[in-house]
């Protein structure tokens, strides 16, 4: 199984900035908790960050036909993109919204989320623990959806 991770802008900040908000961990320790994780699964990631809403609409749409899933913080362009949200309509791929803070507590443009109706669940609040809640969520959802599709094969 593969899961493509898809990091939006200011995450490469991650450890410096805003700490009291986003903690004190850098998205290399995030990407190496998640790996570990992963590899306890038996899971294969690939992971993206970009500051670039085009670079992040590209890596969306290449999920297509070339993972089973994705966690995707978009950062603030999840409340601001139409094309990533496009995007991730268009690459048919099961997806994980993740965000370190809950968004909802936070200012009110923030409580908008262009992305959440389209993924199989939103993990936000937790920190850096986002990720591994997320990962774990969505392994689980894609192993029990390949399992009710064998059995509807039967």
Do not use: C
Not at 32 to 43: E, M, N, Q, W
Not at 105 to 130: I, T, Y
């Amino acid at each position: 199984m593969h899961i493509a991770v898809v990091n939006g802008p200011n995450l490469n900040l991650l450890g410096v900035r805003e700490p009291g908000r986003y903690g004190t961990a850098s998205l290399g320790d995030i990407e190496a908790a998640v790996r570990a994780r992963a590899s306890g699964l038996g899971v294969d990631i690939s992971w993206l960050q970009s500051n670039h809403e085009g670079e992040l609409i590209e890596a969306i749409q290449a999920l297509r036909g070339n993972a089973d899933g994705a966690l995707i913080n978009a950062a603030a362009f999840t409340h601001t993109s139409l094309a990533i949200r496009d995007a991730a309509l268009a690459a048919e791929v099961p997806f994980v919204e993740l965000h370190l803070t809950n968004i909802w507590a936070r200012e009110e443009e923030r409580g908008r989320s262009l992305l959440a109706d389209l993924a199989v669940g939103v993990v936000a609040g937790f920190g850096a623990q986002s990720y591994i809640l997320a990962l774990e969520g969505l392994v689980g959802w894609l192993r029990r959806s390949a399992g009710a599709a064998k059995s509807v094969e039967v």
